[in-house]
């Protein structure tokens, strides 16, 4: 099956700096790949997503890179602020198959 | 829309009791997901629905744990016997089958 590793962890940013998160796959077959916030005390919530066909997406101060060949992808978030204080998941999943594999989570924190 | 619902938010019971977990889908979503949250092993699926029917239940940890789907706006997660090492927070999702999955608030379920 797929396998999803994510790092960093945790990551703590200063208030306006770039956070960048960064997750490899191991299924070339997997063309889906979303990103998910999750506050405390709720479910996941997407963010964004890409899919094979694109390199790279953005909206607003969020952005993903998708790398297939070396099968990792990555998430950007630009000027951060305090509410962008999360866990974020990235996830992989086929586009017939509805299965996402989930990475272990990054616990991001924004300094003010 | 209201989202997906679950019910109980939180659930308390002893080790050897039946524990049932609901969700609401979103209406007119064919896909239907349970997953389990814990620190040690992350999301993980355990099974999912479409239009009712069970397609991969792979994820499901044992014979204790049974879901059900009698119609489009209603899924059971069943445990019985539950056991400590299943406390957890359990999240139900649902899909269109175009990519987003849109997750619950989740139920936390520990067992004594």
């Known amino acids: 099956g797929e396998n999803v590793e994510q790092h960093p962890s945790t990551l703590s940013v200063q208030e306006g700096d770039s956070a960048v998160i960064k997750c490899t796959y191991s299924?070339?077959?997997?063309?889906?790949f979303p990103w998910y916030k999750q506050e405390l005390g709720k479910g996941p919530q997407l963010i964004i997503d890409?899919?094979?066909?694109?390199g790279e997406k953005k909206d607003q101060r969020i952005a993903v890179t998708l790398n297939k060949t070396a099968k990792h992808f990555s998430l950007h978030i630009t000027e951060t602020q305090p509410e962008d204080s999360a866990v974020y998941f990235c996830?992989?999943?086929?586009?017939?198959?509805?299965?996402?594999?989930f990475g272990a989570g990054t616990t991001v924190t924004v300094r003010a | 829309d209201a989202g997906v619902i679950q019910s109980p938010r939180h659930e308390v019971t002893e080790m050897g009791q039946e524990v049932t977990l609901r969700c609401k889908p979103i209406?007119?979503?064919?896909?239907l997901f349970w997953y389990r949250q814990t620190m040690m092993r992350g999301l993980e699926l355990l099974i999912y629905f479409n239009n009712n029917v069970p397609i991969d239940d792979s994820g499901m940890p044992e014979d204790r744990f049974s879901a059900k789907m009698p119609n489009a706006s209603f899924s059971t997660l069943k445990i019985q016997p539950s056991e400590p090492r299943d406390s957890a927070v359990y999240f139900c999702?649902?899909?269109?089958?175009?990519?987003?999955?849109?997750f619950g608030p989740g139920t936390r379920l520990t067992v004594l």
């Open positions: 209406s007119g979503h064919d896909y």
């Open positions: 996830a992989a999943g086929g586009l017939y198959d509805y299965k996402l594999s």
């Open positions: 890409i899919r094979s066909n694109v």
């Open positions: 999702a649902s899909s269109s089958g175009a990519g987003e999955q849109f």
């Open positions: 299924d070339s077959a997997s063309n889906y």
